[in-house]
């Protein structure tokens, strides 16, 4: 049975974000950019630790400003480089942008599930047909 208090106590687990810059793979399809999170390692009175990396038993773990974090919500490490998920780490995950564009196929379902015969409201299928159009109206220019 485990322990509600002392060294067993499981500590609710928390994160900083990152982005992930878009890339290519290697089908050469272009994969857009993503929120990682990093699990926290530890937290002292100057410092958050997080891991950045882990493969298996191989851990690379960093280190950012706490006060920057906590006044500023961010902080971009002076050592990292363009391509690393983790050069600027944030306190609550970020908006990417731009943001992720659905196909017309996802956005004319979503309009179909949102029909007030469906069981969807007036308002929220009205929604959906105005991102349907917009994104029509794109594809077709």
């Known amino acids: 049975m485990l322990s509600e208090t002392g060294p067993t106590a499981l500590a609710p687990v928390e994160f900083l974000y990152g982005v992930q810059p878009g890339r290519y793979d290697v089908n050469d399809d272009w994969q857009p ?10 937290k002292t009175p100057r410092r958050v630790y997080y891991v ?5 038993v191989d851990r690379t773990v960093r280190f950012v ?10 902080v971009t490490r002076r050592s990292g480089q363009w391509w690393e998920p983790d050069l600027t780490v944030y306190a ?4 990417v942008w731009p943001p ?3 196909d017309l196929a996802a956005l ?11 069981g969807g409201s007036d308002e929220a299928f009205i929604a959906a047909r105005q991102r349907y159009e917009k ?3 794109r594809e077709a220019a």
């Not at 950045?52 to 298996?56: D, F, L, V």
């Not at 609550?92 to 908006?95: A, D, E, I, S, Y």
Request: glycine content about 4%.
């Open 33 to 42: 950019a993503e929120v990682v999170a990093f699990r926290i390692w530890k």
């Open 135 to 137: 994104a029509r109206s």
């Open 100 to 102: 992720v564009e659905r």
């Open 108 to 118: 004319k379902a979503e309009m179909a599930a949102a029909h007030p015969d469906r």
């Open 92 to 95: 609550q995950p970020p908006q």
């Open 65 to 74: 400003d706490r006060h920057r974090l906590e006044t500023d919500g961010e």
């Open 52 to 56: 950045a990396r882990e493969w298996g």
